[in-house]
T-cell receptor, first 115, second 112 residues
Framework: AQKVTQAQTEISVVEKEDVTLDCVYE???????LFWYKQPPSGELVFLIR??????QNEISGRYSWNFQKSTSSFNFTITASQVVDSAVYFC????????????FGTGTRLQVTL | DAGVIQSPRHEVTEMGQEVTLRCKPI?????LFWYRQTMMRGLELLIY????????DSGMPEDRFSAKMPNASFSTLKIQPSEPRDSAVYFC??????????FGSGTRLTVV
């Protein structure tokens, strides 16, 4: 069975600080996808990134970066120079590849960025 | 592309009433998922379909919940009879081959 753990329930930072959100996963499959979603106060789930298990290259998109380490089964998300607009709940998720694969979510990390 | 469309956005109903939530997936996507989000349980998968066929309904809470996908462009989640503990946000998502998942805006259900 697949499982995603986000140990940080809530994080508070001051604007312009860097912050890292942790994600640890469990799966028996050798091929899988990892995701991060953002849920702002408005409630929708916004896709941020998808990473294939065969691709361990780190990815950077603007102020966002992701560190995938298969050896530790982790897929951490860093926001550089955080802004108030980054305040949201962030979910890490896992799906096993296949024609019909469910997406299993972690419990989420609530990020609060203050001035 | 209009994305995944859910209706209604908000639903308030009285305990015991039947509630039907609707979802239109992205055209061409072959998998559809229903999730429920609550403070206590987070995001939990209720049921998912592949090519209109239910694959896993183990997350459906009890017999009061049922879901159908009569064709590739429409799905419903029905609760009958509804109870206050069913109050939650219900999300529908669609996917093509499990490579990407697009979520609708959700239906906020309140059962009083």
């Amino acid at each position: 069975a697949q499982k995603v753990t986000q140990a940080q329930t809530e994080i508070s930072v001051v604007e312009k600080e860097d912050v890292t959100l942790d994600c640890v996963y469990e799966t028996r499959d050798t091929t899988y996808y990892l995701f991060w979603y953002k849920q702002p106060p408005s409630g929708e789930l916004v896709f941020l990134i998808r990473r294939n298990s065969f691709d361990e290259q780190n990815e950077i998109s603007g102020r966002y970066s992701w560190n995938f380490q298969k050896s530790t089964s982790s897929f951490n998300f860093t926001i550089t120079a955080s802004q108030v607009v980054d305040s949201a709940v962030y979910f890490c998720a896992l799906s096993e590849t296949g024609t019909a694969s469910k997406l299993t979510f972690g419990t989420g990390t609530r990020l609060q960025v203050t001035l | 592309d209009a994305g995944v469309i859910q209706s209604p956005r908000h639903e308030v109903t009285e305990m015991g009433q039947e509630v039907t939530l609707r979802c239109k997936p992205i055209s061409g996507h072959n998998s559809l998922f229903w999730y429920r989000q609550t403070m206590m349980r987070g995001l939990e998968l209720l049921i998912y379909f592949n090519n209109n066929v239910p694959i896993d309904d183990s997350g459906m809470p009890e017999d009061r919940f049922s879901a159908k996908m009569p064709n590739a462009s429409f799905s419903t989640l029905k609760i009958q009879p509804s109870e206050p503990r069913d109050s939650a946000v219900y999300f529908c998502a669609s996917s093509l081959g499990g490579r990407g998942y697009t979520f609708g805006s959700g239906t906020r259900l309140t059962v009083v």
